[in-house]
């Protein structure tokens, strides 16, 4: 596999899923852009008089509760997951359905009826990826082309020609990572930390004023998803009736208090004096507050996938609002102070991303594959890694923490309730954020050389786990929490 950037694995996109959402979006827009040339001979654009998407796998046995119908056709119509009004969203797939025409070329309308054009074959399964779908072009005289897709997790998409290069080699790095291993062998090296490691890499891909307004970006969509989430009730779509509970939650946190800004409101949690109780509590509140942004198609950053992005921004919000110093002497103090903020959500997210760079090139990030040790469990290992470095550890300590987060998600299942991530996916954020910590904790207290299990040891594990898997407990609902808890979803 090529070089991966910090912002492959950490992105911005639109709930809930980043393989059955983000990918399926991508998919269709990658599509979009090559046909004109695949069709070149024929006519181009204007000789297609009618598209179809053809959905397999896991794709297929739970894409409606994730949203994939919606995101083809959010895609056919133009927009975009970073820039898209999340508010619209609704709005727009009615009009569609009700409408049903889109717009290849500006000016030339085509049938396109989500309820006919949608295929979902869920007793099949392509042979690249669980997460496979198929585009279809066809016009006159004969027009028909089939394009392939496969959405891989964390919103990465390959066609059937990249199965063999996936992101091809990308640019050539300073200080090439692959392993745990040669991570650690590279800062020793250069004598530094990860995040000032990484951080050179990045400037392969951008300059560094982009790499600090790109991690700005980040964390700004992190943020606001955070502060929507608390401020936001009632209760989430799709059927399942799962009341939102981050804004009750902050509010009682806050004793009455509130602020307007999302850092008005980092500020009031800063100020605040709390017990171990009201901070895990706090924790559990930004994680929730995210996931049910994500679940509500709001815009959130996968970190590495969307059904686990409340793990990593509820971690660095803990970093930067409710974090101490570890083991130094009485009185403690916060762990990241005021004018330092910055520079810390910035290493933190460098080091967070590098470490699901790991993942991705030696296991997997997708629950189609690995399960939810895939998602929650990378996320937790990625901020581990992350909430151990930003308060101080050594390369070895982070590498631990990460190791020490999988080790304790392997195997979990990935067995959404009714197609949708809701249930168990929330909760699992805030038990994936808890365990970052304390594998953090419990790493800085720790000497690497006397650990008994690497990080490279836990990935290999991971990836024989989830060959091993059954694929009933593979995002297909099919096992697990899904089949033994009795819901009814209502028809679309």
Not at 353 to 370: P, Q, Y
Request: charged share 20%; with cysteine.
């Amino acid at each position: 596999m090529g070089a991966l950037s910090v912002f492959d694995m950490l992105k911005v996109g639109v709930g809930p899923s980043s393989s059955h959402t983000l990918g399926p979006w991508r998919a269709v827009q990658r599509w979009l852009g090559e046909l004109p040339a695949a069709l070149a001979s024929r006519g181009g654009l204007e000789a297609v008089d009618r598209v179809q998407v053809h959905l397999y796998g896991s794709l297929a046995l739970t894409g409606i509760g994730h949203a994939t119908d919606q995101a083809i056709c959010l895609a056919l119509l133009g927009y975009d997951p970073q820039t898209i009004d999340v508010s619209r969203i609704p709005a727009l797939v009615d009009r569609l359905r009700d409408e049903r025409v889109v717009s290849l070329v500006p000016g030339r309308p085509i049938p396109f009826d989500p309820a006919v054009d949608i295929l979902v074959h869920a007793d099949q399964r392509l042979p690249g990826h669980a997460n496979g779908m198929t585009c279809s072009a066809s016009g006159g005289d004969g027009l028909s082309r089939d394009d392939t897709y496969y959405s891989v997790g964390g919103g990465f998409v390959l066609g059937d020609s990249d199965l063999s290069g996936e992101e091809g080699d990308g640019p050539s790095l300073p200080h090439p990572t692959h392993t745990p291993d040669s991570l650690l062998a590279q800062c020793r090296a250069k004598g530094c930390g990860i995040a000032e490691l990484v951080r050179s890499n990045e400037l392969a891909w951008r300059t560094p004023d982009e790499v600090d307004r790109g991690l700005d970006t980040i964390w700004d969509v992190m943020l606001q998803a955070a502060f929507r989430g608390c401020h936001t009730e009632g209760v989430l779509p799709g059927g399942l009736g799962v009341h939102r509970r981050a804004a009750p939650l902050a509010r009682h946190l806050l004793g009455g208090e509130d602020a307007d800004t999302p850092e008005a409101w980092l500020a009031l949690i800063r100020n605040g004096d709390y017990g171990f109780g009201e901070v895990l509590r706090w924790i559990s509140a930004f994680a929730v507050a995210v996931n049910e942004e994500n679940a509500n198609l709001g815009r959130v950053v996968t970190a590495p996938t969307n059904g686990a992005a409340g793990v990593v921004p509820a971690v660095l919000l803990y970093l930067v609002c409710l974090a101490e110093q570890p083991l130094t002497d009485a009185p403690r103090r916060p762990a990241v102070g005021v004018g330092d903020t910055r520079s810390a959500i910035h290493r933190f997210l460098l080091v967070a991303g590098e470490v699901g760079t790991l993942f991705k090139k030696g296991a997997t990030i997708s629950a189609a594959v690995g399960g939810c040790m895939a998602e929650v469990g990378v996320s937790s290992a990625m901020a581990a890694a992350a909430l151990t470095e930003a308060l101080g550890g050594s390369v070895g300590q982070a590498l631990m923490a990460a190791e020490i987060a999988m080790e304790h998600h392997l195997g979990m299942t990935c067995d959404p309730v009714g197609g949708l991530v809701q249930v168990p996916c929330i909760e699992r954020n805030t038990m994936g954020a808890v365990k970052a910590i304390n594998a953090a904790e419990l790493a800085l207290a720790s000497n690497p050389a006397d650990a008994r299990v690497s990080l490279d040891q836990v990935i290999e594990t991971m990836r024989d786990t989830a060959e091993s898997m059954s694929d009933r407990y593979k995002e297909t609902s099919l096992g697990g929490l899904a089949v033994n808890v009795s819901v009814r979803i209502p028809e679309c």
